[in-house]
Nanobody
Framework: EVLLVESGGASVQPGGSLKLACVIS????????VAWFRQAPEKQREGLAV????????YYVNSVQFRATIFRDTAENTVYLQMNNLQPDDTAMYYC??????????????????????WGQGTQVTVSS
């Protein structure tokens, strides 16, 4: 059974930082691509960043490109998303998802995760003063 479990969400003030974790079981994270998405109330799900399988690298959308880092810890089978300079617009439920191949992961990031096959339950991030 494949299971993705997110953690690390919290309430922070503007300008703060968070490190979100996605612990994956049933898959080897080097062999799959993993992305982070978020969804705010009454908004569509938005892809933020993806780390590809193998040594291909990662990709970020414009809204988080210079203040987010996605990386994996193979010993812990965990993918992290470090977010800095958080603002109220970053308030949302954050989800991690895994895809079967890098092409599907790249194409699905901008399509709300349509091509991703496994999802976690989410972790809430709230940014307010």
């Amino acid at each position: 059974e494949v299971l993705l479990v997110e953690s690390g969400g919290a309430s922070v003030q503007p300008g703060g930082s968070l490190k979100l974790a996605c612990v994956i079981s049933g898959l080897t994270i080097e062999d799959v691509c993993v992305a982070w998405f978020r969804q705010a109330p009454e908004k569509q799900r938005e892809g933020l960043a993806v780390i590809y399988s193998g040594s291909v690298g990662s990709y970020y959308v414009n809204s988080v490109q210079f203040r987010a880092t996605i990386f994996r810890d193979t010993a812990e089978n965990t993918v992290y998303l470090q977010m800095n300079n958080l603002q109220p617009d970053d308030t949302a439920m954050y989800y991690c998802a895994a895809g079967e191949n890098n092409h599907d992961c790249y194409s699905g990031l901008g399509r709300g995760g349509l091509t991703y096959t496994h999802w976690g339950q989410g972790t809430q991030v709230t940014v307010s003063s």
